[in-house]
C-alpha cells in the first residue's frame, strides 16, 4: 500500500465535507521523504507557542515564549507521521542507548525561507535537509530542518552541512531553550545535527510507525461518514 492511500477514499471524502484534521486529513506528498507537505504551526514572529490540538486539529495556544526567544523560521509537524517504536529504535542506536521511546508527536520540522510570512495555520512544500536528534528527557524529539520548496535564497542548499554555521546555531538555541518556563528545568539535550539521509530514515521510520498506530482509522473514520 503506498504511503499516500492510508486516508483514500476517506480522507477525500472527509474534506470535502470537514476541514481536514492536519495530523490525520492531510498526505504527506507523493515524493516523500525528499520532499514533504508540512504542516505550519508558528512564524518567526509568533510571541506564544501554538500547536495543534490532537483531538480537533485546530491551533491552540500552548504556552507564551520565554522572554524574547522566537523560532527562527517556519515550525511544525509533518502529516501522517509519529514519532513511536522505529524512531526510537533509530534514535536508541545512534546514541548508544536502549532506554529511549518515541514522544508520540507527529514528527516536528522546521522550514527555512528568505520570504516573510505573517502566520501559521498553512501547509508548506519543504525539502528535508538534515535534522537535530533531540532527547527529552527519555523521549525521541527529533527535529527535522528543510528548506521551503523552489525558496530563492535557501533554496541552493542540498544539505544541513552546507547551512552557514550561524543559521544552525541560531535553530539549535531554539530548540534548546523553547520548552523553558520560569523556575522549571527541562532535561533537552541535542546529541547530533545529522544530514539529508539520516532525515529522509527518520521520516521513513515516522510512516511506517503512524501505520502501526493508526492501522484502524480508515475503519473509525467510515463509520463516521453517514
Not at 538555541?173 to 533537552?188: A, I, M, N
Not at 503512524?210 to 453517514?226: A, E, G, V
Request: aromatic share 8%; net charge negative; hydrophobic share 35%.
Amino acid at each position: 500500500m503506498s504511503r499516500n492511500t492510508l486516508m483514500d477514499p476517506i480522507g477525500r471524502l472527509m474534506g470535502l465535507r470537514y476541514k481536514s484534521h492536519p495530523w490525520h486529513g492531510v498526505e504527506i506528498g507523493d515524493n516523500a521523504p525528499q520532499e514533504v507537505t508540512s504542516f505550519i504551526e508558528m512564524v518567526s514572529t509568533d510571541t506564544v507557542k501554538y500547536e495543534v490540538d490532537k483531538t480537533s486539529g485546530y491551533l491552540k495556544i500552548d504556552r507564551p515564549q520565554k522572554y524574547s526567544n522566537v523560532v527562527p523560521a517556519l515550525y511544525g509537524f509533518i502529516p501522517q507521521t509519529f514519532s513511536g517504536p522505529k524512531v526510537a529504535e533509530f534514535c536508541n542506536e545512534k546514541v548508544g542507548r536502549d532506554d529511549i521511546v518515541g514522544d508520540g508527536d507527529p514528527v516536528d520540522i522546521c522550514v527555512l525561507t528568505e520570504k516573510e510570512i505573517v502566520h501559521g495555520d498553512i501547509l508548506v512544500e519543504s525539502i528535508p535537509i538534515g535534522g537535530f536528534r533531540m532527547i527529552d528527557g527519555n523521549e525521541s524529539d527529533d527535529k527535522i530542518i528543510a528548506i521551503l520548496k523552489n525558496d530563492t535564497v535557501y533554496g541552493e542548499y542540498q544539505d544541513l552541512n552546507s547551512l552557514p554555521m550561524l543559521v544552525v546555531e541560531r535553530l539549535k538555541h531554539y530548540f534548546l531553550t523553547y520548552k523553558d518556563l520560569p523556575g522549571q528545568e527541562r532535561d533537552v539535550e541535542i546529541t547530533h545535527t545529522f544530514g539529508k539521509d539520516e532525515a529522509h530514515e527518520v521520516i521513513n521510520r515516522s510512516i511506517e510507525d503512524y501505520r502501526t498506530r493508526f492501522d484502524n482509522l480508515n475503519t473509525i473514520l467510515s463509520s463516521q461518514i453517514k
